[in-house]
């Protein structure tokens, strides 16, 4: 599997942006997929998941009311909405999938989790 993602950029506090993950390779396999971020000498964060299966979504307290994580099955694309960007949501934004389903929807907030990674795409929000 490999994922290719997308659609960073610089924004002003208040801005949006649309990040894609794309996914290729035996996309059949994926079972979640998940968006992390890491800010410059921070760890990196779990920000939001989706299963591809149940649409079961997961989602840091970070994120909830301001993203949006949603699949396209049939593009194999995750992406994830982001409004009302602040400073501290500057990152680099990486989209990463695991085969593994698990009854527990903690595991997904977990990078140990993801077997795929993508190379991360660049958001940047100005004050």
């Known amino acids: 599997v490999q994922l290719q993602a997308s659609g960073g950029g610089s924004v002003e506090a208040g801005g949006s942006l649309r990040l894609s993950c794309k996914a290729s390779?035996?996309?059949?396999?994926?079972?979640?997929t998940g968006w992390f971020r890491q800010a410059p000498g921070k760890e990196r964060e779990f920000v939001a998941a989706?299963?591809?299966?149940?649409?079961?979504?997961y989602s840091a307290d970070s994120a909830k009311g301001r993203f949006t994580i949603s699949r396209d099955n049939v593009k194999n694309i995750v992406s994830l909405e982001l409004n009302n960007l602040k400073p501290e949501d500057t990152a680099v934004y990486f989209c990463?999938?695991?085969?593994?389903?698990?009854?527990?929807?903690?595991?997904?907030?977990?990078?140990?989790?993801?077997?795929?990674w993508g190379q991360g795409t660049q958001v940047t929000v100005s004050s």
């Open positions: 990463a999938a695991t085969g593994r389903t698990y009854y527990s929807g903690n595991y997904y907030y977990t990078r140990d989790t993801y077997d795929y």
């Open positions: 390779g035996r996309t059949f396999s994926i079972a979640t």
């Open positions: 989706i299963a591809r299966r149940t649409g079961n979504i």
